[in-house]
């Protein structure tokens, strides 16, 4: 199990070049500053469709391809040819968008673990295609506004339950799969450390709120983002060899409809909206603290 | 047929600008075209959109290339990407910018009026979204569409609260834009060459800057961990902001747990 980082112990050098093309107050951006001053000299980076390869300047070898589900085999290959030339300690990272992970790229995902690559797969999740307009993903929360599920007479926004990948990936017997949130420097940038020392697939999911697309003040990305985890929306938790951990617990977690009521993409719902997700959250947190510190299945 | 090219932010409205203003004008009996540019549209990035003006109907389907009028939302662009190219000679310029026309840095023969559409903006929605503003001020300063027509597609677009508000924003703008001043005796200002897109030189995005109080700040290392830009950075245990790559999100200001930070408007 991983070991939260403190602040005071987190090193000065920087691995990515100051400034970049993303949006004001990006969480993706803090999420690839993060993970390469983790991660340190030794990686090479594999990227796919996603706002990433526009500002995510990581001084690292990193390889793009145009094939949006290719991620998986991307890094299949590379660790493959590390492996070939001797070179095991090089991280193979691949900083993909929730697009690339839940959807268009989940069967690539799902072979990889099957296989049990050595490759660490981190999942910058900001509920959306976001570098397109936002179109909705398997990531977005249900009831969302995105621009294929707008609101209207017809239509409520999002219907459809959110795909919960890192669970996926926990069953299909992943050494390593883990949640994080950029509000949670600590705890990510532990999990990132104790996934560097494991060989084998490694799943970190990141959530990481985008003011655009999420109709938030820009400066407000670390509020939502640690309201989301504060709340149970996004659970901060760890699976490793099936033994689930929850990182961030609670006596009691608070009322949804405050990290909801920040979000201009929820703008729109009812109470009895509102109720119904906190039910569902309810729910799902109580599997999961039920869950804690035994075996997933 | 009059053609009009926005500059813009990401964020500030330049695509529904147009759609408003063709609306506008579309009720006023004219044949009107709005195009959005496709591109990569963040928030705080140059935009730019188009609008097309007729009094029959207009078969070019093309983006603008020779505008006779041009509209800057921020005051800070100009510097950056070049807003003239392309202008026809004696053609309108309205721009967002606190001071007189020939301290724009804009030079030319054309001719420019400025209205301070980030502080109408401020006051108005509390937020420094020009677009309406400056719909405002292109009414007075082109005199090409009439401000009940835009007033009256304003509050189409966001009836009740919302509407209001920008309603206010444009009727302030539309006082308060100067007369348009001849700048064909100025030298244009510092535009970079245009290889060089990809600078690392952020900060003319922002429109707050963080200000450290050295004092309050107690070395915790929050702004610097929550920093999307590495702009700050640790020095003897006290946060040191570089303003080059700052594009003032206000994230650091936000998070400190002291108030060592606060946000405080950039003065031109």
């Known amino acids: ?297 | 047929m009059i053609e009009v090219r926005f500059h813009g932010r990401g964020g500030q409205g330049a695509v529904t600008a147009v759609r408003i203003l063709a609306s506008a004008l579309y009720l006023e009996g004219k044949y009107t075209q709005a195009i959005p540019m496709y591109g990569t549209e963040r928030r705080g990035a140059p935009v730019v959109a188009f609008l097309r003006i007729g009094e029959s109907r207009i078969n070019e389907r093309d983006l603008v290339h020779n505008p006779d009028i041009v509209v800057v939302l921020d005051p800070l662009l100009s510097r950056t990407v070049p807003v003239t190219d392309g202008l026809k000679e004696g053609g309108l310029i309205v721009m967002n910018f606190p001071k007189p026309g020939n301290e724009a840095g804009i030079g030319g023969r054309f001719r420019l009026a400025t209205v301070d559409a980030t502080g109408i903006a401020l006051e108005a929605l509390g937020r420094p979204i020009t677009n309406t503003a400056m719909l405002g001020a292109f009414a007075k300063a082109s005199g090409l569409v009439s401000l009940e027509s835009l007033e009256k597609t304003l509050l189409e677009q966001w009836p009740g609260r919302l509407g209001e508000m920008n309603l206010r924003a444009l009727r302030t703008a539309y006082e308060r834009v100067t007369p348009p001043v001849d700048v064909s005796g100025i030298q244009a200002l510092g535009k970079r060459p245009q290889e060089e897109i990809f600078s690392r030189d952020v900060s003319s995005w922002r429109i707050f800057k963080p200000q450290l109080d050295e004092g309050r700040c107690v070395g915790c290392r929050r702004c610097y961990i929550y920093c999307p830009e590495v702009a700050i950075s640790m020095t003897q245990g006290k946060a040191r902001v570089d303003y080059s790559s700052c594009k003032g999100c206000g994230i650091c200001g936000e998070e400190c747990p002291t108030g060592a930070i606060s946000m405080i408007q950039e003065v031109l």
């Open chain 1, 1 to 297: 199990m991983s070991r939260p980082i403190p602040l005071h112990e987190i090193g000065e050098k920087e691995y990515i070049d100051p400034a970049n093309q993303a949006c004001q107050g990006c969480g993706g951006a803090i999420v690839s500053r993060l993970v390469s001053k983790a991660l340190g000299d030794c990686f090479v980076r594999a990227e796919v469709a996603c706002c990433g390869p526009a500002f995510m300047n990581i001084r690292a070898p990193s390889i793009y391809v145009e094939v949006f589900e290719g991620a998986g085999a991307l890094m299949t290959g590379i660790s493959r040819g590390l492996k070939r030339i001797g070179r095991e300690d090089v991280v193979v990272l691949g900083i993909i968008g929730d697009g690339g992970t839940v959807d268009i790229g989940y069967q690539g995902l799902s072979a990889a673990a099957e296989r049990n690559e050595n490759i660490l797969w981190v999942c910058y999740d900001n509920e959306a295609y976001m570098n397109t307009g936002g179109q909705k993903s398997g990531a977005t929360t249900p009831y969302a506004a995105t621009t294929t599920t707008p609101i209207g007479e017809y239509s409520r926004g999002k219907l459809e339950r959110r795909k919960n990948v890192p669970l996926l990936m926990a069953m299909q017997g992943a050494p390593y799969v883990a949640t994080a949130s950029v509000a949670y420097p600590e705890d990510l940038l532990g999990k990132l450390v104790h996934a560097k020392g494991i060989k084998g697939f490694r799943y970190i999911h990141v959530s990481s709120p985008c003011p655009t697309g999420w109709g938030y003040d820009p400066k407000d990305t670390i509020k939502v983002a640690r309201g989301m985890v504060q709340s149970g929306l996004w659970p901060l938790y760890e699976v490793s060899n099936g033994i689930l951990k929850l990182n961030y617990k609670p006596k009691e977690l608070k009322p949804v409809r405050e990290v909801l009521k920040m979000q201009g993409r929820f703008r729109h719902l009812t109470d009895e909206e509102v109720d119904r997700i906190q039910g569902e959250v309810d729910a799902f947190w109580s599997r999961l603290v039920e869950k804690d510190g035994g075996n997933i299945f």
